[in-house]
């Protein structure tokens, strides 16, 4: 059992909570659950300290809740000014460009996901076809007798395409080639692709006014995150904690 400050934690409270908790193992479950029921009660004794009294609309108080009222009264968060924003905007201008569009075609072999058979089929018949379109195979052709995408109908083109129109595993592929045709073929959930991209046209510098708020919705969050970090830390070091061990400088929570 876990005590903070002579509350008690019990097992069976820990066991509800690992829900919320997903995890590769049952221990880190575990360990992340009683972490997060030790903040939730180290946050609720000292709102209990000051006399907080903490007001919901449907009167059921979480955890942010005591954490955000916490941080009102006791914690001053700065805010991004302007001039760290466009320095913000100037040292990562990669970061603040137009989605590039490409215009590409392809050919799906399809394979579910959980067929390994299938998915080495797949991937065998994509190398085939490689080397046959390498050396003059119509994509056209190919597309019609082998893609199971609609597609086909159409050559296998998909039009043109900017981030976020396809899964992620296909996009991260396709945007970071050149146009020709792909010399593997990319797997996704559908299965594999033969993939040619056909024009490529750059993304744009976005102005400094576009994406001003963006910066500085980041930049806040990022200076509430650290606050947030650093007030915990101080309410743990600060307490009684029997039974966890919070290893401070290994936890997430810390960084």
């Known amino acids: 059992m876990i005590q903070v400050n002579d509350t008690p934690i019990s097992e069976a409270a820990i066991m509800a909570e690992m829900q919320y908790h997903p995890a590769d193992s049952k221990r880190t479950a575990m360990l992340k659950a009683a972490e997060s029921l030790v903040i939730g009660e180290l946050l609720r004794q000292r709102a209990a300290e000051l006399g907080l009294e903490i007001s919901t609309e449907n009167n059921v108080v979480t955890e942010n809740n005591y954490l955000d009222a916490l941080l009102a009264r006791e914690v001053l968060i700065p805010t991004a000014t302007d001039v760290e924003c466009e320095q913000y905007y100037k040292l990562n201008p990669q970061r603040f460009t137009s989605s590039p569009l490409l215009e590409v075609r392809h050919i799906l072999l399809a ?7 299938a998915r080495v089929e797949a991937k065998t018949l994509s190398e085939i076809l490689i080397q046959q379109l390498q050396q ?8 019609r007798n082998y893609s199971a995408c609609p597609s086909r109908e159409t050559g296998g083109s998909l039009g043109q395409i900017s981030r976020g129109q396809t899964v992620p595993e296909f996009e991260r592929q396709i945007f970071s080639a050149e146009p020709g045709l792909m010399s593997q073929g990319i797997e996704s959930r559908y299965g594999v692709h033969v993939v040619e991209v056909m024009r490529k046209v750059p993304g744009q510098q976005l102005p400094y006014s576009a994406v001003k708020q963006k910066i500085a919705d980041y930049l806040n969050e990022k200076v509430r995150r650290k606050a947030v970090a650093q007030y915990i830390h101080q309410l743990i070091v600060q307490a009684r904690i029997d039974g966890y061990d919070f290893q401070l400088s290994e936890s997430p929570l810390m960084q």
Do not use: I, Q
């Open 136 to 143: 003059g195979t119509p994509f056209v052709e190919a597309a």
């Open 111 to 117: 394979a579910a996901p959980e067929d390994d058979a």
